[in-house]
């Protein structure tokens, strides 16, 4: 479950930060 909270928060800062 770590890893994949890990996974989904690295995903998401992902997509911020190239949506910014």
């Known amino acids: 479950m770590r890893a994949f909270l890990g996974f989904a ?4 800062t992902a ?5 910014a």
């Open 15 to 19: 997509e911020m930060g190239a949506g």
């Open 9 to 12: 928060r690295e995903r998401l």
